[in-house]
């Protein structure tokens, strides 16, 4: 059974590569609605962990040149967001809090990578990563049409490659109360402060990296729905104990999960069927909706009925507490 187990997690998101950055998110998202809501702020570092604030006297403002109405060259402040020179702090703290840690632990079940719900009731969260990327854009309808069809809710974690190719997709998945929006990072990379590679993908390479991993989507989500993701699930789901530690002060918590429902897509549709088939009380199944020319619909579609006759219901991520390993 170990060797199964090792040997299908080594399939795990296997389709999912990274490919170009997605700098064009928020040109291709720019029509996007934002639903009744009021944002959620950045995440920032505990109270306890809050860097020192500078004396506002402690250097002065840069200026930029600029023209008056009147049309005469004027010196004004340059103006940089509040939020923007705060964030700048944190990350700076944070790289300087980590930069002698060197990690020791690596793979998908790290100490504070949350994997289960935490619960004895007979409820199932079904999860779906949307990966992006050349081969990794594709919109798995079957799939979603089936949940909707069956008001099965269900958490989808978006990667903002997806969102930028699937702009009209993605404001309709959001819209719909049905769906739980959560962060699958900005590139797609494994979570790692050394480049640490995972399945062939190489992982980000320094603290700041991950940080912008995480944040950078998490922004463009907020911006585009109102409501700031709580749950981050890296490219691989891969981390290193360092960069699961820099996720936790930036607020986020990380959504492993304890079934592993079509291996990256890979599995045809009686090996997904068999493998959430056997999710028990308080599983978290991780499959994919970006692939609709592989089995993983018809797989989900012949599981849930059998899951529902078994007692079995299903939940989003956030109306639930997690656990660990």
Known sequence: ???????????????????????DVETAVATASVPAGTATPTPT?????????SSPTASPEPTTSSYSTSGSLTNEPAKEPESVRAFATVEQSLIARYASVVPTKWGERVPGVKTRLHTKDQVIALTFDACGGKEGSGYDEKLIKYLIQEQIPATLFINARWMAANPSIFRALASNPLFEIENHGTEHRPLSVTGKLAYGIAGTKNIKEVIHEMKDNADQIEKL????????????????????????????DLAGYSVLGDAGATYNAEQVYNAISKATNGSIVLAHMNHPEKDTAEGVIKAIPQLRKLGFRFVQLASMDLTGP
């Open 225 to 252: 729905t109102g409501k700031r993701p709580l749950f981050f699930r890296s490219g691989t789901a891969f981390y290193d104990e360092v960069a699961v530690s820099v996720a936790h002060d930036l607020g986020f």
């Open 45 to 53: 570092l505990a109270p306890s962990a809050a860097p020192p604030v």
């Open 1 to 23: 059974m170990c060797l199964l187990f090792f040997m299908s997690a080594m399939l795990a998101l296997a389709g999912c590569g990274v490919e170009q950055r997605a700098e």
